[in-house]
């Protein structure tokens, strides 16, 4: 069956643009994460869903970060007056349930000019 | 601060030898763990798991190796391919908080030679 898919596989944007960075997870998987790996780095926890809920945004590092599940499969990162910074690549994983493997989709990379 | 450590960024393998990569972690929480192996512009793809009940798990040429009281787990690769040249990641959970949340090191760039 088809894995998690996510779009774009690159972006390149201006300092202080806004972003979407879009997942489609695995058919049926009810939890879904993000996380960013940057350059060195092992990916870093951002967000948490169970099904259309964000059951744990704690690794979300500002409030220009924001997440959305609506329908609690497709979810979308958002990011509002980008930074440097936040140059990494966005993975988004799914699993059956919070106890069960993540499978990662191919990764947006981000990169800020 | 780093709850999974790999302290090896890089490590150098003759194919048909074994390959070994390390892990230590710090949280005593942690009950599962979770190898990840990574080519370029790929997401990571799951290899092998371990919960803390079990000291090893066997899957084809690849074992994985847990030592609680030590906090250390490793991966073994008999014998190495080529093909398995990648980063290969180490994860952790904490299965009973119900958040998911897995903790990643930093990797370890496998390089498997002819």
């Known amino acids: 069956g088809a894995g998690v898919s996510q779009t774009p596989s690159n972006k390149v944007t201006e300092k202080g643009k806004y972003v979407e960075l879009r997942c489609d997870p695995i058919s049926g998987h009810t939890a879904l994460y993000w996380y960013r790996q940057s350059l060195g780095q092992g990916p870093e926890f951002l967000i948490y869903f169970q099904g259309t809920g964000a059951a744990d945004d704690s690794g979300l590092p500002n409030d220009r970060f924001f997440a959305v599940r609506p329908e609690g499969s497709v979810s979308t990162l958002k990011i509002q007056r980008t930074e440097r910074g936040d140059s990494a690549v966005y993975l988004c994983?799914?699993?059956?349930?919070?106890?069960?493997?993540?499978?990662f989709g191919p990764g947006t990379r981000l990169t800020v000019l | 601060d780093q709850q999974v450590k790999q302290n090896s960024p890089s490590l150098s393998v003759q194919e048909g030898r074994i390959s070994i990569l390390n892990c230590d972690y710090t949280?005593?929480?942690?009950?599962?763990f979770l190898w990840y192996k990574k080519y370029p512009a790929e997401g990571p793809t799951f290899l092998i798991s371990?919960?803390?009940?079990?000291d090893k798990n066997e899957d084809g040429r690849f074992t994985v190796f847990l030592n609680k009281s030590a906090k250390h787990l490793s991966l073994h690769i008999v014998p190495s391919q080529p093909g398995d040249s990648a980063v290969y990641f180490c994860?952790?959970?904490?299965?009973?908080?119900?958040?998911?949340?897995?903790?990643f090191g930093r990797g370890t760039q496998l390089t498997v030679w002819p």
């Open positions: 949280n005593s929480m942690f009950d599962y």
């Open positions: 994983a799914s699993s059956s349930s919070s106890s069960d493997t993540q499978y």
């Open positions: 994860a952790a959970i904490d299965r009973g908080s119900t958040l998911g949340r897995l903790y």
């Open positions: 371990i919960s803390s009940i079990k």
